[in-house]
């Protein structure tokens, strides 16, 4: 029994449903019931409309898709490396959830996707998070699939991909930091790059696009702005990563450190009968500034001198490195995440939650040494209408961290709230536990809780 559902959208040929009855007493019955099912699948169009496989399905993505160059390619490479090798000559019909699993594990077995032991290889595992960045690839592709009426269900929905690690940043210590510093002020093109990048937390492709109209030394103010990004030798300037614009304040010894560099650059330009313009970038390997300095070359040179100081770290740790100084210095959350670009206080939070603890804990030392003693004792038995029971239990604990920061401004009105699994690694609870303190912040109308969605702070908060 065969069933006409349509042309195929990449072969143009016919696409047929088709079904075997077997021969009995009941034959026709079951040829009636499965044209009924069959026709019903057509109406609905619940019916595979293709047999296009993944990585056609892939390209079709991909090619449609709204994101950044940088994006684009690193999703292009993983299908490349991971997808096309394993599962990319299946159809979409053949790929099932128990599939997927046994897919992600393959991943974390060995990223070369070796068959058997081999002379002078050791599998290295993939890294959990590009896992999940593989699961997200393939969960917007069949979704889209789903969209267009080509499958009926995605198997990504039941999959289940390695759960998000959190991992704790490294930044140098201030004695690492200090030596770096040192050593890259010898460099008259990387030492204001290194001290600016302390400094203000900026991504390495912001340092690459500023120009000098970015910076005001009258008001001692540095726009963050655009950003370089780089795939293999090409280079682009486009928008930073959350597309808004940042004006950093500066102290007084960087905005002297960058007049004299300016003063510098000018001279250098003189020296080949140019001149520097407000639009001349501020790192450049021309003298003129009239363009932008490779990222890449940038990171080459920084490992270079850090390789040479017996010191393990990368650029991208000095941001680490302004982040945790200033939330150890006191500085609130919600400043520090507005200095890194972060979209909320959210993700700082979580990030940066053990810095957030300590400053927190010392603040209260602080205050507590400054406090006058009273001149008698304090009743030592609260009166029990006006005191709040402190938190027993951990999903209490919990709960009453994140109302603090809801409270006191640290998580805004509408910013999102770290996960359930980025809470439960936290504070070394079960996920179970991160859950209650949610739904108790949920009943105390603080936030608000969509499924498939990040909770989110409500636009008003009840006052307490």
């Known amino acids: 029994m065969r069933v006409y559902v349509g042309t195929d959208p990449f072969t143009h040929r016919a696409h047929m449903l088709s079904q075997t009855i077997p021969a009995g007493p009941t034959a026709l019955d079951d040829a009636e019931a499965a044209a009924r099912r069959m026709l019903t699948q057509v109406r609905e169009r619940r019916e595979l409309r293709t047999d296009v496989t993944l990585t056609e399905l892939l390209a079709s993505h991909l090619a449609l898709l709204h994101a950044s160059g940088t994006t684009r390619h690193s999703y292009q490479c993983m299908v490349t490396k991971h997808v096309q090798p394993l599962l990319g000559h299946l159809r979409?019909?053949?790929?099932?959830?128990?599939?997927?699993?046994?897919?992600?594990?393959?991943?974390?077995?060995?990223?070369?996707?070796?068959?058997?032991?081999?002379?002078?290889?050791?599998?290295?595992?993939?890294?959990?998070?590009?896992?999940?960045?593989?699961?997200?690839?393939?969960?917007?592709?069949?979704?889209?699939?789903?969209?267009w009426g080509w499958i009926d269900r995605s198997p990504t929905m039941d999959a289940a991909p390695p759960p998000k690690a959190h991992l704790e940043p490294q930044p140098p210590t201030p004695a690492e930091a200090a030596q770096i510093m040192d050593a890259a002020a010898r460099h008259s093109n990387l030492g204001p790059l290194v001290w600016l990048a302390m400094v203000t937390g900026a991504r390495r492709g912001e340092l690459c696009a500023l120009r000098w109209r970015h910076f005001d030394p009258v008001h001692r103010v540095l726009v963050i702005r655009a950003s370089i990004a780089q795939v293999g030798t090409t280079t682009w300037e486009k928008d930073t990563k959350l597309h808004q614009r940042r004006h950093l304040a500066l102290d007084a010894d960087t905005t002297a450190m960058l007049v004299r560099y300016h003063h510098a650059q000018q001279h250098r330009a003189a020296s080949i009968g140019a001149a520097l313009t407000p639009d001349s970038f501020v790192f450049s390997a021309r003298a003129d500034g009239a363009t932008w300095r490779p990222p890449d070359s940038l990171t080459r040179q920084?490992?270079?001198?850090?390789?040479?100081?017996?010191?393990?770290?990368?650029?991208?740790?000095?941001?680490?490195?302004?982040?945790?100084e200033l939330i150890a210095a006191g500085v609130d959350v919600r400043t520090v995440a507005g200095r890194l670009g972060h979209s909320d206080g959210g993700t700082t939070l979580a990030y940066y939650a053990a810095w957030v603890r300590e400053?927190?804990?010392?603040?209260?030392?602080?205050?507590?040494?400054?406090?006058?003693?009273?001149?008698?004792?304090?009743?030592?038995k609260p009166d029990t209408r006006t005191t709040t029971r402190r938190?027993?239990?951990?999903?209490?604990?919990?709960?009453?961290?994140?109302?603090?920061?809801?409270t006191d401004g640290t998580l805004t009105p509408g910013s999102a709230l770290p996960t359930i699994q980025e809470l439960a690694t936290i504070h070394h609870v079960a996920p179970s536990t991160a859950h209650r303190a949610i739904a108790q912040l949920t009943r105390q109308h603080l936030i608000t809780v969509t499924r498939g969605c990040r909770a989110r702070v409500n636009k008003t908060v009840p006052s307490t």
């Open 391 to 406: 938190p027993r239990c951990p999903y209490e604990t919990i709960a009453a961290e994140l109302r603090t920061a809801i």
């Open 92 to 147: 979409l019909s053949a790929i099932t959830p128990e599939l997927l699993d046994h897919y992600y594990s393959e991943l974390r077995r060995c990223r070369d996707h070796c068959r058997r032991p081999q002379k002078n290889h050791r599998c290295r595992p993939l890294a959990p998070a590009t896992v999940r960045k593989i699961h997200y690839l393939l969960s917007g592709a069949y979704h889209r699939a789903f969209r």
């Open 302 to 324: 920084y490992r270079r001198l850090v390789t040479r100081l017996g010191i393990r770290t990368t650029l991208h740790k000095l941001r680490h490195y302004s982040a945790t």
């Open 359 to 380: 400053a927190d804990q010392r603040a209260s030392n602080i205050l507590i040494s400054r406090l006058p003693t009273p001149r008698r004792p304090l009743a030592t």
